[in-house]
């Protein structure tokens, strides 16, 4: 008897690893839209260091010893398949749909075209260099990590942090979010909290003009960077039977993981609303309960009489402010050395670039 075959949708941070790590026990096939795996996280600083972008965009060729990346856009999904935009039919004993977010440029790439986000990092990363005044509206990992990256990369410019929340990271210990607020004045940012924008023009991109605050009070950027969450792409799930759509457009699930009528479909991720934040953090739990789950189904298991899935309590977070400071929560607020160590210094480069069969720096 042929190996068992499953089909994932979407090599993001869910896909790859699940792909990767299934490869030698099931006859896997990862549909992903780009030719290439795109690291968020370092995306952020390749903003004040250019030279780093090529070093975060890892082509797939080299992630399957077994299966296959078959590069297309999944249109709908099956009991027993997925169909690809150019009508190509994957069959399927197991299907992963791990579709993602999409989030503002240019910190993830839209659409399928690895060149577009290429050449719109590039573009914001020279409007940025000689830009002034920097607006950054929404204060999460996201906000903070990029206000800490542009003043500690180009110091000298005015720059501002907005947060509706009274505080930074309000779901965490007040220490965590108190130590990033004094590091980033140390850093010469201002910190404005408590205060909603009124009137921002663009969700999807940086833009050149002025904010209205709660108070009525105005200011103007050189760049306003609209940052303020990830937009699921659930279309393609939400289209199966009994899917019930949850929080901020994602799709509720059985403990297994599964969203629909279709007992063998499973979801994880950003597009899963299961109790995680939509962070790698999240897939770092949810990757390998699931790859464990599959492997015990691809043994004879049946989905029942297996673990359900248990979401973090409290997850983890990294928050660096460039290279050198940042704090962090590992189940208590740590500062400089551990985030350093941890995330700032290397922005987790070298362990994806090895996990696509790359040298860990780029030559
Ligand atoms: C700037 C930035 C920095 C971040 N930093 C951190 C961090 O430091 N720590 C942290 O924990 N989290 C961080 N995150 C969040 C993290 O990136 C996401 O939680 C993570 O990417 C989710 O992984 P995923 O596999 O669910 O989806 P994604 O990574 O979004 O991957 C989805 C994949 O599916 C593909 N796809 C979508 N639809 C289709 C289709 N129909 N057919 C084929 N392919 C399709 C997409 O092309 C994409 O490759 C950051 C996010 C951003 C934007």
């Known amino acids: 008897m042929g190996k068992k075959k499953i089909v994932i949708v979407g090599g993001g941070y869910v896909g790859f690893e699940v792909a990767q790590k299934l490869d030698a026990v099931a006859d896997v096939t990862l549909i992903e839209q780009r030719e290439a795996f795109v690291q968020p996280p370092a995306a952020i600083r390749s903003l004040v260091q250019p030279e780093l972008l090529?070093?975060?965009?890892?082509?797939?060729?080299?992630?399957?010893?077994?299966?296959?990346?078959?590069?297309?856009?999944?249109?709908?999904?099956?009991?027993?398949?997925?169909?690809?935009?150019?009508?190509?039919?994957?069959?399927?004993?197991?299907?992963?749909?791990?579709?993602?977010?999409t989030y503002a440029a240019p910190f993830k790439p839209a659409g399928d075209s690895i060149?577009?986000?290429?050449?719109?990092?590039?573009?914001?990363?020279?409007?940025?260099?000689?830009?002034?005044?920097?607006?950054?509206?929404?204060?999460?990992?996201?906000?903070?990590e990029l206000a800490g990256e542009i003043a500690s990369a180009q110091p000298g410019k005015k720059i501002t942090l907005i947060s509706s929340d009274d505080t930074l990271f309000p779901m965490y210990p007040a220490?965590?979010?108190?130590?990033?607020?004094?590091?980033?004045?140390?850093?010469?940012?201002?910190?404005?909290?408590?205060?909603?924008?009124?009137?921002?023009?663009?969700?999807?991109?940086?833009?050149?003009?002025?904010v209205t605050l709660a108070d009525g009070s105005e200011i103007a950027g050189d760049m306003i960077f609209p940052v303020i969450g990830s937009r699921p792409q659930a279309t393609l799930i939400k289209s199966?039977?009994?899917?019930?759509?949850?929080?901020?457009?994602?799709?509720?699930?059985d403990g297994w993981l599964r969203p629909s009528d279709y007992a063998n479909v499973f979801v994880a991720g950003d597009i899963a609303d299961v109790g995680d934040g939509m962070t790698i953090v999240a897939t770092a739990r949810q990757n390998p309960w699931l790859v464990k789950t599959l492997k015990a189904l691809v043994a004879g298991e049946t989905v029942e009489k297996l673990?359900?899935?248990?979401?973090?309590?409290?997850?983890?977070?990294?928050?660096?402010?460039?290279?050198?400071?940042?704090?962090?929560?590992?189940?208590?607020?740590?500062?400089?050395?551990?985030t350093r160590m941890m995330k700032g210094k290397e922005l987790f480069i070298p362990k994806y670039r090895k996990a696509f069969g790359m040298s860990a720096r780029a030559k």
């Open 240 to 253: 199966l039977p009994g899917v019930q759509e949850g929080t901020l457009g994602r799709v509720r699930t």
């Open 307 to 338: 673990k359900p899935y248990s979401p973090w309590k409290k997850a983890p977070i990294l928050v660096p402010l460039g290279p050198i400071v940042g704090n962090s929560w590992l189940f208590t607020t740590v500062g400089d050395r551990i």
């Open 175 to 210: 220490k965590l979010g108190a130590n990033l607020e004094r590091k980033l004045k140390k850093l010469g940012v201002t910190v404005v909290l408590g205060q909603r924008v009124q009137d921002l023009q663009r969700l999807d991109q940086p833009y050149e003009g002025s």
């Open 115 to 144: 060149e577009d986000f290429r050449q719109t990092s590039a573009d914001v990363a020279a409007r940025l260099k000689t830009a002034e005044t920097v607006v950054i509206v929404g204060a999460g990992a996201v906000g903070t």
């Open 54 to 101: 090529e070093q975060i965009i890892l082509p797939y060729d080299g992630l399957l010893k077994s299966g296959r990346v078959v590069r297309g856009r999944a249109v709908s999904v099956a009991e027993d398949a997925v169909t690809v935009e150019n009508g190509d039919r994957y069959v399927a004993d197991y299907i992963v749909i791990a579709t993602g977010s």
